[in-house]
């Protein structure tokens, strides 16, 4: 396939390959139509042959050559097979793109200091366990840092200190950045407001710009209620303080938080009354992904 490519993507083969498509032409003919010299034709014809995109055939003192369909066919149905994967319904090129409306809009709107003061989000999610095990899945990192990023994502760094004024970091990079080798997509740091152990949590956090000043403040409340088959989570988002330039991150807020608590109610669902990780939390709770380390 690398070589059918490589041999279609030259703009003089591809001339030569539509002629052919017509009917078989030997190479003067060939060198003609195209406005080329006979030589350069025949290196051309040459590369496409050696590719499997055309055959030849000596008659007398003439080489004919002739389109072979089936290799641009099998381009055609590898190429298919492409499109059809990145236009999956609710895929990862569908979120790409609702993303991308949500960023235009947002920094369209982001003309001023404080442009996206009093925002609010609202999520719920009825989760299959009870509030105890869901409380320690918002509250111990090495639980957290399993579900607290969005699809393409996996979290880098995260402390996580359970008490009133504790300390939140939370960093976070490309799902597939192994090595350290892409810039951080994004790092925030907060503070534990409140915490009412299976009840209720709140905390502001803050993403950093790229400068390391503070992009807006997030508030975020979680409320735990029991139910008869496990329990809701109803969380709140507020935001103050935004700055013009926090418009990219204030667009991810639904789509990026949405898709967390999606995977934490996926991690529920695939293993019910599965309590992991160690015990009870100690207060504070610190995890670091030892292959980000620069």
Not at 105 to 124: C, K, N, P, V
Not at 214 to 226: I, K, Q, S
Not at 262 to 283: E, I, M, N, V
Request: hydrophobic residues 40%.
């Amino acid at each position: 396939m690398d070589a059918l490519l490589t041999a279609l993507a030259d703009p003089a083969r591809w001339r030569l390959v539509g002629l052919l498509a017509e009917r078989p032409r030997p190479v003067g003919v060939l060198a003609q139509l195209a406005e080329a010299r006979q030589p350069q034709t025949t290196k051309h014809l040459q590369t496409l042959e050696r590719a499997g995109v055309v055959t030849s055939r000596r008659t007398g003192q003439r080489r004919v050559y002739a389109l072979r369909p089936a290799a641009l066919r099998d381009l055609a149905v590898a190429l298919s097979r492409l499109a059809d994967t990145a236009d999956q319904a609710a895929g990862p090129h569908a979120t790409y793109d609702r993303y991308g409306l949500s960023l235009q809009a947002e920094r369209l709107a982001a003309d001023a200091s404080g442009w996206a003061d009093g925002r609010s989000f609202t999520f719920l999610r009825s989760l299959t366990e009870q509030p105890e095990l869901v409380w320690r899945h918002l509250t111990e990192a090495p639980l957290l840092a399993r579900w607290w990023t969005p699809d393409d994502l996996r979290v880098s760094e995260l402390v996580f200190e359970a008490r009133p004024g504790g300390r939140i970091v939370h960093e976070y990079r490309d799902a597939e950045d192994t090595g350290g080798s892409d810039p951080v997509a994004g790092r925030a740091e907060g503070v534990v407001d409140d915490i009412r152990p299976g009840e209720r949590l709140a905390y502001r956090l803050s993403p950093l710009l790229p400068d390391g000043a503070l992009a807006f403040t997030a508030h975020v409340d979680l409320g735990l209620r029991p139910t008869d088959t496990g329990t809701d989570l109803d969380v709140h988002w507020r935001i103050t303080d935004s700055t013009v330039d926090s418009a990219d991150f204030v667009a991810g807020i639904e789509i990026g938080f949405g898709q967390s608590l999606d995977k934490l109610a996926a991690a529920f669902s695939a293993h019910p009354h599965h309590t992991t990780g160690t015990g009870a939390s100690t207060g504070t709770e610190h995890a670091t992904d030892s292959r980000s380390t620069q």
